[in-house]
């Protein structure tokens, strides 16, 4: 599978550049692919000894291959051809590149950079905590306070929730970064209580808690184990998301802490109505298993969860689509387009509706200023 994105042209994508743009899941990535598999472009923040141990030992993650991903192989590092750099260097690896072919042409006036290859979930607790602290001060250096448009996420080794909350402590008050991010497959489900101090460590720092697809736990990426194709793993990533806020929510995560902000990246979002109306079925029979909730489960998604847009469904008739939105609340869909992966959406395009100017710019801009407490 090879992609290219065609250029925009025509009255929609012209009225749609005047509209300042709040882009929440870019992905910036080290460029090239050091020995042992991580990037040397994270040297400079990396200790001699962990530069010396991932030349030796590598980094491995919790998958049944210890070389390769567990992903089926499709489009090269999941990217738009046209995203990598004329030297062949990695898409999103170049912060004027992607100036030229995303931030400027699509008025990107808010940018939440979510890197996903950053030592999360790695077997070696150590080596992730090394990792995704370089991960952190590379994002601000080469990239929040080169542009300031851009918001770094805290990378944050969460499988070690000591270390994560001493991260997450180093950047609290720091304006370069937004959110708090996970991945959404983890050795056990998010809302286990090994996971709270992570959410009570964010909220205490004003910051969302980003959940975005992918990660490696260790588990087949289905309930009945691997699948065969590209497309299965697609479609799963809104399954995952589906497994993990259901556990966060009937664990009680949002009773222990109320003012968590989570923000679902990259899973689909129609399916949140669905999932309300069933958890709400049984826990009006089981209730008394769960004393500590003091709601129905589907009044949690709609105070404490933020949907991302990308990869939206698209049902025919496209009202399927407005009135899974209306469930939701329009102050509840932030806008996104993937860059510089293969399903990237153009913001001209991206949703399949006709919008209110009001329902415009609260998923275009508003949404993710307020969720990311962003002026």
């Known amino acids: 599978m090879n992609v290219d994105i065609l250029n925009r042209t025509g009255l929609q994508a012209a009225s749609m550049s005047k509209l300042a743009i709040a882009d929440c899941d870019i992905h910036p990535r080290p460029a090239g692919v050091g020995i042992g598999g991580v990037s040397k472009s994270l040297y400079p923040y990396l200790s001699q000894r962990w530069i010396n141990h991932v030349e030796e030992f590598g980094i491995t993650y919790r998958q049944p291959w210890e070389k390769g991903s567990a992903y089926p192989k499709a489009q090269p590092q999941a990217c738009r051809r046209d995203a990598f750099l004329p030297d062949g260097r990695s898409p999103g690896s170049d912060l004027r590149f992607m100036a030229e072919q995303h931030l400027d042409p699509n008025n990107i006036a808010l940018g939440i950079l979510n890197p996903l290859t950053s030592g999360q979930g790695a077997t070696n607790p150590l080596l992730s905590d ?35 909350v001493k991260e997450i402590e180093l950047r609290a008050g720091d304006p370069n970064f937004a959110q708090v991010l996970l991945l959404s497959r983890t050795a056990e489900p998010l809302g286990q209580r090994r996971y709270w101090p992570i959410y009570e460590a964010a909220a205490a720092a004003n910051l969302a808690v980003g959940i975005h697809a992918f990660g490696n736990g260790g588990w087949p990426n289905t309930a009945g184990g691997w699948g065969s194709y590209y497309i299965e793993e697609m479609v799963g990533h809104s399954q995952a998301q589906q497994a993990l806020l259901v556990s966060m929510i009937l664990e009680g995560v949002f009773e222990a802490v109320p003012n968590l902000r989570v923000v679902l990246v990259e899973g689909g979002l129609a399916w949140a109505a669905a999932l309300g109306w069933r958890m709400d079925r049984q826990w009006a029979k089981l209730k008394r ?42 102050d509840r869909v932030l806008f996104a387009t993937d860059y510089p992966h293969w399903d990237f959406d153009d913001p001209a395009h991206a949703i399949p509706l006709k919008l209110t100017e009001a329902q415009k710019r609260a998923v275009f801009l508003d949404n993710a200023k307020t969720v990311y407490r962003q002026a």
């Open 130 to 164: 090394a990792i995704t602290h370089a991960t952190n001060e590379w994002q601000k250096a080469e990239w929040t306070s080169q542009d300031s448009r851009l918001r770094a996420s805290v990378v944050v080794p969460y499988e070690d929730t000591a270390a994560s």
């Open 289 to 330: 298993e769960l004393p500590h909730l003091k709601r129905a489960p589907s009044e949690y998604i709609k105070t404490n969860v933020w949907f991302t847009t990308q990869p939206i469904e698209e049902p025919e008739p496209r009202t399927h689509l407005a009135e899974a939105i209306d469930w939701i609340g329009w």
